[in-house]
């Protein structure tokens, strides 16, 4: 039996960490290879890790044809749906693969829309089971927030490819990244080659730098020939603006703070 890797399909997925990968070998050669790897016709879509080592150590393995793959796009949106379902995926693999979909989907809505596109036939059908995915859709499909997912979608936008390993790495996490990355490249390749600690420090001076100063309340004089009582008033409506700017101004700063204590106790 004739089966063909394509490098850009195995590489679709990222790949699994060393230990993860130790895990598989051994299982394999503990108790053999239980599921089917999947083909679409020769090509292998699902089970590149199992392949490899089954033919490492002469393990026997079975396959499957999937026949409902009409193109690679196709192919793509099993894969994504295949490994959004697993627990082993980490966030930010949720969030990436999700907004892969997304773009899939898009392109295609675009493309049956278009006045060159097929009238009728498996265009039409296809219309039929597809629509655009909102934000909200793709994040409930990652299994997090809405506001998590932006901030990927940020990193994948601006981030340095440093930056990125340190997220997959587990260096720094998903909220911090994305203030680091409105930063220029250098500064945050400077910032993850000094280390966790040096990523904590970057990202809480971003999150500063983003705090509103504090506002100067100011307020109308008291009229010429104002009384007592009326002054007393005055001083004493501007030292609640005062205490009310003053207010909002620690809540910000607070909740930030909490951010940057939560990513602390989760790296510790």
């Known amino acids: ?22 895990a598989l070998e051994r299982s394999l050669l503990s108790e053999g290879c239980r599921d089917a790897l999947v083909l679409w016709g020769d090509l292998l879509v699902d089970g590149h890790n199992r392949y490899g080592i089954c033919q490492k150590h002469a393990i ?10 009409q193109s690679i796009d196709d192919v793509h949106l099993w ?3 295949n490994h959004l379902g697993r627990r082993s995926v980490s966030d930010f693999q949720r969030g990436v693969l999700a907004l ?15 006045p060159e596109a097929p009238a009728g036939g498996d265009a039409h059908v296809q219309a039929e089971k597809e629509s655009p995915l909102t934000r909200e859709a793709v994040a409930r499909a990652a299994r997090m927030s809405s506001a998590t997912l932006g901030q990927i979608e940020k990193i994948q936008k601006t981030a340095a490819p440093e930056l990125v390993g340190a997220i997959k790495s587990g260096a720094i996490s998903i909220n911090a990244a994305a203030a680091l990355a409105s930063l220029p490249s250098e500064k945050q390749i400077a910032a993850v080659a000094g280390g966790k600690k040096e990523l904590r420090q970057a990202a809480r001076q971003v999150r500063e730098s983003r705090l509103p100063q504090k506002p ?8 010429d020939g104002a009384s007592a009582d009326q002054i007393e008033i005055y001083r004493l409506k501007g030292l609640l603006a005062e205490m009310t700017e003053e207010r909002d101004h ?14 602390t106790r989760s790296e510790q």
């Open 1 to 22: 039996m004739t089966i063909t890797i394509n490098e850009d399909l195995r590489a679709y997925i990222d790949p699994l960490t060393e230990d993860e990968y130790a």
């Open 60 to 69: 026997p393995f079975n396959t499957v044809q999937n026949h409902a793959f």
């Open 79 to 81: 894969m994504i749906d």
């Open 100 to 114: 892969r979909k997304k773009e899939i989907v898009a392109a295609r809505l675009a493309q049956q829309q278009s």
């Open 216 to 223: 100067k309340v100011e307020l109308a004089a008291p009229p």
């Open 250 to 263: 620690l809540k910000k700063k607070v909740q930030h703070l909490t951010i940057a204590l939560a990513e």
